[in-house]
């Protein structure tokens, strides 16, 4: 898999990311296009009352959501960028290092891997672990640096959300293909890959973990009450069998689960000669590429303890019962426990702490119908688009035994400050619908 593959000096001229003109008029685009590169979610909220101001039409936005975005043609090869990146309540100076196939063409969206590096090391040259593949698929391969890596995996929200940072900045430098994102990486990368899957998992197509896992600790930092989150997605995780005992125990489980669930396209590929390595070669990678993250899902199912890992596609947890907790201890029957072994009792701590964690379950059933169940969670709303709108904008959701009756009625509103947040082109709600 290894490759050279001739770098291009930091000196590459970049582009700043254009906009087409539309019906909707220039001044629309580019005022839409400074409320996206704001850089803090406030100042963009706060920026959708001034482009409703200019503009209240919906379906005038929806076409310019719809094509938002024309991208400078970037040379191919490695490009190296030292930039600012918003990263919660600071600005960070990062490296960031892309890598352009020779066939990306800046009208057409591409897909795109982002790859995180492991302990102490840094996103350059690991382009060129992927650069036969993204040349054959004419994938970006997005490798920041993160400075704060000589201690391994963080397990903090500051991690997960510079290299949610990085990829807004690809967004904006690179048309990139929303339903076409992968996310990966290797020891450290690895373990930061299952976290984002796992905590946002309606944003990737598919995760290639190498040599990391999920997390079964005390408080935020576990993240294996998440696992069915990650169902939908396409997985190879590739792991040595002579590394961590807990790591190969916690993936063993993972994947017993996800079985269970009925995960369709989900693989765990271990070494058994290897302790914290393994061999890309082992995969036939453009098969996996191909997955395509589906923007409107029929069936939904979302788990989540923290409210701000509450959404994925059209559903979105906004209140949890009192139960529901990040950092309480799960009950354990001690006449129970003492009877497992370690194995065991791992997984009995998965299930335990699933008890503490919310759960929704919706499907679409068409005509602004919507049915399921839901545990653990005191109020919901649904993102809906045009399409999911019943007649004169009826929707019904039967949650369980309770039928909730609401009006969607389309509004810019909605449109814009989800747009402005998430940067989806093919996933744009014009409704929202709040439920009890």
Known sequence: MLAVVAAFAASTVLLAPQQPTTSGGPDLVAALTKAVDLPTAAERQAAVKELLALDDHVDRWLEICRSFGTFAQLEPGLLHREVELRVLDRVEKTQLYLYVPKSYDPSKPAPLLLWGHGSGGSGDQQHTLWAPVA?????????????????????????RAAALAALRWAKRTCNVDENAVF?????????????????????????????????????????????????????????????DPTLLLHLHITFDKLKKWKAANVE????????????????????FFAARRDPHPKHVVRVAAVPDEART???????????????????????????????????????????????????????????????????????????????????????????????????????????????DRTRLPVARIDVP
């Not at 990486?185 to 299952?194: P, Q, V």
């Not at 040599?211 to 040595?240: C, H, K």
């Not at 070494?271 to 082992?282: I, N, S, V």
């Open 135 to 159: 040349e054959q698929l004419g994938m970006l391969v997005l490798s920041p640096t993160d400075p704060n890596t000589d201690q391994g995996y963080s397990k903090e929200p500051r991690e």
């Open 268 to 287: 765990l590929i271990e070494f058994p000669e290897q302790a914290h390595g393994a061999d890309l070669d082992a995969v036939d990678w453009p098969p």
């Open 313 to 423: 596609a059209w559903v979105e947890i906004t209140q949890f019962t009192k139960s529901v907790s990040i950092d309480g201890a799960p009950e354990v029957s001690a006449s129970a426990w003492n009877r497992l072994d370690d194995a065991h009792k791992r997984a009995y701590l998965v299930d335990a702490y699933a008890k503490l964690t919310a759960r929704i379950d919706i499907t679409d059933r068409g005509n602004g119908r919507f049915a399921g169940t839901g545990d653990q969670v005191h109020k919901l709303t649904l993102w809906l688009e045009k399409e999911q709108l019943g007649k004169d904008g009826k929707v019904e959701l039967r949650v369980g035994s309770k039928t909730h009756k609401k009006i969607g009625v389309p509004a810019a509103e909605v449109l814009l400050r989800d747009f402005v947040e998430r940067l």
């Open 183 to 243: 996310v990966g990486g290797w020891s450290r990368g690895g373990h930061l890959a299952w976290d984002l899957a796992l905590r946002y998992p309606d944003l990737w197509a598919g995760m290639i973990p190498v040599v990391g896992g999920p997390l079964l600790s005390p408080g935020a930092t576990s993240n294996m009450r998440y696992l069915e989150n990650v169902v939908p997605l396409a997985i190879r995780d590739l792991q040595g069998s002579l590394d």
